[in-house]
């Protein structure tokens, strides 16, 4: 049963408003890690699942980045705390997981959202050095940390969340960003296989396939006229998605409205083509 709304929060675009409804007690008592969550969609998700109630650890390469967001979080009333996490270092990761622990008892909900993106260019044409970089931090890294959390997750004895953040690219190539698009589609597999795993202990695994966000990582698709317009082309809707809006998506998956979920991509992309 979805339940009833008891907050409404304004999101204002220009000319545009677009609604976001908060529930601020749909995940209380749940504790959120959030990787990559100091800017972006990252931010807004922690922001959002904060305002739903639960306890955010939030995560970032860079500490004066990591203070900064908490700062900004908990000056919104929100419960958080951060730590400096280089997905890719297995000592920050163990450091992230034990500041869950030590601060909040545990982990409920994980959200792998860190990605890089160092070369552009068509799939064959990547160095094997950024494909190895890209395949390190968008795909082992997100298997490491869920393989991670896991353990603590069933700890909790509730079952749990996992969610990866994709991209629309991973169904559809961008031309630009050909091993970043492949690296993207291996997470809707990884996607598919632990959740088939963990559906027995109520430990749901879901990926949301955004399309462009307006955030600094996709501002080469957005700074210059002729890419905005180009962009602006492959999408229906006519604009680029929010942070907030990809947000909105990852609350509801993480929640209890999506118990009967696991196993999916979710793509919010505008109407861009994804699959049949």
Known sequence: MLRAITQSAIITMGSRNLCSNVNPSRLQGKVAVVTASTDGIGFAIAER???????????????????????????????????????ANAADRKALFETAVKQYGGIDILVSNAAVNPEVGAVLDASEEAWDKIFDVNVKCSFLLAKEALPLIRQRKSGGSIVFVSSIAGFQPFSLLGAYSVSKTALFGLTKAASQDLA????????????????????????????????????????????KEIAGVCAFLVSEDASYITGETIVASGGMSSRL
């Open 49 to 87: 699942l904060g305002r739903e109630g639960a306890k955010v650890v939030v995560s970032s390469r860079k500490e004066q980045n990591v203070k900064k967001a908490v700062d900004q979080l908990k000056s919104a009333g929100l419960d958080v705390t951060g730590v400096k996490c280089h997905v």
């Open 200 to 243: 027995p202990e109520n430990i749901r695994v879901n990926c949301i396939a955004p399309g462009i966000v307006r955030t600094k990582f996709a501002a080469a698709l957005q700074d210059s006229e002729t890419a905005r317009a180009t962009a602006l082309e492959k999408i229906p809707m006519n604009r680029f998605a929010e942070p």
